[in-house]
């Protein structure tokens, strides 16, 4: 699944942007602050950016020079309210490789994404996407959208499906429901953590050995839940 990655200091908008990507087919994940950013991509590794230029305490300008010389060539789509030529131009020599100011209309942003992805520019630092996540005895088959469970298929309607994945996307790591509402379902109003906890005792109860109820997702107590290895 390609993986997008969200650089935008405005929550609202990032997580709108989260969502409505995540009904076109993509991987998201979100990161609110220029200082974490690159951190954020090492632990990511995303097949292309959305990058805000006006990030705190470190800009998007000084995020892209960072990146490249971290030695990744990710396509990156820049937003910005500033509309200049001057700025434009600045943002393209700094090595973006896409350019919209906001406001923007949502399907112009996601043709530019299409295009991007065609360009299929890959970062450098990052290896061959690998077709199956396995931690224990859960595997996902990516490019089928396949779990299995000891080798035997396991039927998960989207959301379940989109759940473990992004459990199986940070294994041993503690996640909490905020973080697991808003990277799995994005900004809905509907959702709260009941939401998480149900669709988590559905998997349980999916991915049981053997018809046993021991699993390999872990409560985390006032935190969330946990893969574990």
């Known amino acids: 699944m390609t993986t997008v990655t969200v650089i935008e200091d405005n929550r609202e908008l990032a997580l709108g942007l989260?969502?409505?990507?995540?009904?076109?087919?993509?991987?998201?994940?979100?990161?609110?602050?220029?200082?974490?950013?690159?951190?954020?991509?090492?632990?990511?590794?995303?097949?292309?950016?959305?990058?805000?230029?006006?990030?705190?305490?470190?800009?998007?300008?000084?995020?892209?020079?960072?990146?490249?010389?971290?030695?990744?060539?990710?396509?990156?789509?820049?937003?910005?309210?500033?509309?200049?030529?001057m700025d434009k131009v600045r943002a393209l020599r700094s090595g973006a490789d896409d350019y919209l100011t906001k406001p923007f209309g949502l399907m112009e942003l996601l043709a530019r994404v299409e295009a991007l992805l065609r360009r299929g520019t890959a970062s450098e630092p990052k290896s061959a996407p690998t077709p199956s996540l396995t931690v224990g005895h859960l595997t996902i088959n990516t490019t089928q959208?396949?779990?299995?469970?000891?080798?035997?298929?396991?039927?998960?309607?989207?959301?379940?499906?989109?759940?473990?994945?992004?459990?199986?996307?940070h294994p041993t790591r503690a996640i909490s429901r905020q973080e697991l509402m808003q990277q799995v379902w994005g900004h809905q109003a509907a959702i709260n953590s009941r939401t998480v906890d149900t669709h988590i005792a559905e998997l349980r109860k999916k991915c049981q050995l053997d018809g046993r109820h021991n699993t390999q997702i872990g409560t985390v107590s006032k935190t969330g839940y946990q893969l574990l290895s």
Do not use: W
């Open 145 to 169: 959208q396949q779990v299995l469970v000891l080798n035997e298929p396991v039927t998960l309607p989207p959301k379940e499906y989109q759940l473990l994945l992004y459990l199986l996307h």
């Open 18 to 85: 989260a969502a409505n990507l995540r009904l076109e087919g993509y991987h998201v994940t979100c990161c609110h602050d220029g200082a974490q950013a690159l951190q954020h991509i090492d632990d990511e590794q995303p097949d292309l950016l959305i990058l805000d230029m006006m990030l705190p305490h470190v800009d998007g300008f000084t995020l892209i020079k960072q990146l490249h010389q971290a030695g990744y060539q990710i396509p990156t789509l820049c937003l910005t309210a500033r509309s200049t030529e």
